[in-house]
């Protein structure tokens, strides 16, 4: 079965600082690896995905991340967090013929200091 | 387009009442998703279709709950009868085809407070 942890439950940065979203994922294939952002209030929103090809991808509001098949890992990064970037955070896999099934982890809230 | 639209937005109803969500997923998108998310057991995959059909129901928490997508534009998730526990948000979510590259488009998702 397919599982998703994102150890960090609540993580706190100040405006400007680097951020990192840490994701390790349990797939037995090729994993389609997701990051969804959720707004106070609001439904989830897709940050970015990885399906194939170039490991490094490129999302929306500046946010990257990097598929590591090796360390199972999907982590998200930010060089400079804004304090709109304040929300929380989700990971995600899918893959197969699951007719677009994900598996989420937990989620983690990310809260940015003036 | 409009994006998935749910209703109502907020609910508050006492034990034992029947409660109905709604969604209507974008046009044209064939898979529709139900999940709950509750602060203890964070975003759960209830039910999902594809082309109308419940493809894999097994995260509906019990026979109180049932889901029905008569066509392709409406789907509903009934409680009856409802209890406090199932208090949460409930959100519904439409892909274009079902395929596991597909982003998943969500939508505002309804509160249910249960008295």
């Known amino acids: 079965a397919q599982s998703v942890t994102q150890p960090d439950i609540h993580i706190t940065v100040s405006e400007g600082a680097s951020l990192e979203l840490r994701c390790n994922y349990s797939y037995g294939a090729t994993p389609y690896l997701f990051w969804y952002v959720q707004s106070p209030g609001q439904g989830l929103q897709l940050l970015l995905k990885?399906?194939?090809?170039?490991?490094l991808v490129q999302g929306i509001k500046g946010f990257e991340a990097e598929f590591k098949r090796s360390q199972s890992s999907f982590n998200l990064r930010k060089p400079s967090v804004h304090w709109s970037d304040a929300a929380e955070y989700f990971c995600a896999v899918g893959g197969g013929t699951s007719y677009g099934k994900l598996t989420f982890g937990q989620g983690t809230i990310l809260t940015v200091h003036p | 387009d409009a994006g998935v639209i749910q209703s109502p937005r907020h609910e508050v109803t006492e034990m034992g009442q029947e409660v109905t969500l709604r969604c209507k997923p974008i046009?044209?998108?064939?898979?529709l998703f139900w999940y709950r998310q509750t602060m203890m057991r964070g975003l759960e995959l209830l039910i999902y279709?594809?082309?109308?059909?419940?493809?894999?129901d097994s995260g509906m928490p019990e026979d109180r709950f049932s889901a029905k997508m008569p066509n392709a534009s409406f789907s509903t998730l009934k409680i009856q009868p409802s209890e406090p526990r199932d208090s949460a948000v409930y959100f519904c979510a439409s892909t274009p085809y079902g395929r596991s590259q597909e982003t998943q488009y969500f939508g505002p998702g309804t509160r249910l407070l249960v008295l």
């Open positions: 990885y399906f194939s090809g170039d490991t």
């Open positions: 046009s044209g998108h064939n898979s």
């Open positions: 279709f594809n082309n109308n059909v419940p493809i894999d």
